[in-house]
Nanobody, 115 residues
Framework: VQLQASGGGLVQPGGSLRLSCAASGSIFSIYAMGWYRQAPGRQRELVAS???????IYADSVKGRFTISRDNAKGTVHLQMGSLNPEDTAVYYCFGTVVAAGDYWGQGTQVTVSS
């Protein structure tokens, strides 16, 4: 499984951004997909994840502002981010979890929220 992330960039506070991640290879073996983020000097944290069945979880800090979605047939996962604030600035990493095989990671994409 390979993952390719896209969609990061610079956005003003209060703005929106959409991240995308496309999997290739054995995409039907991926149970969960989602996003972690890591800000400078901080630990990597789970932002949101979604199972093949559509069950989603979110970090408390993004609930109500971010929405994760997934297309199982295409092997893609998207993170729609709204009401962005400077605390959302981080490198965002997409991941995919394959049962009995572990986690696979895409390259990070930088999100910067600044005026």
């Amino acid at each position: 499984v390979q993952l390719q992330a896209s969609g990061g960039g610079l956005v003003q506070p209060g703005g929106s951004l959409r991240l995308s991640c496309a999997a290739s290879g054995s995409i039907f073996s991926i149970y969960a997909m989602g996003w972690y983020r890591q800000a400078p000097g901080r630990q990597r944290e789970l932002v949101a994840s979604i199972t093949k069945g559509g069950n989603a979880i979110y970090a408390d800090s993004v609930k109500g502002r971010f929405t994760i979605s997934r297309d199982n047939a295409k092997g893609t996962v998207h993170l729609q981010m709204g009401s962005l604030n400077p605390e959302d600035t981080a490198v965002y990493y997409c991941f995919g979890t394959v049962v009995a095989a572990g986690d696979y990671w895409g390259q990070g994409t930088q999100v910067t929220v600044s005026s």
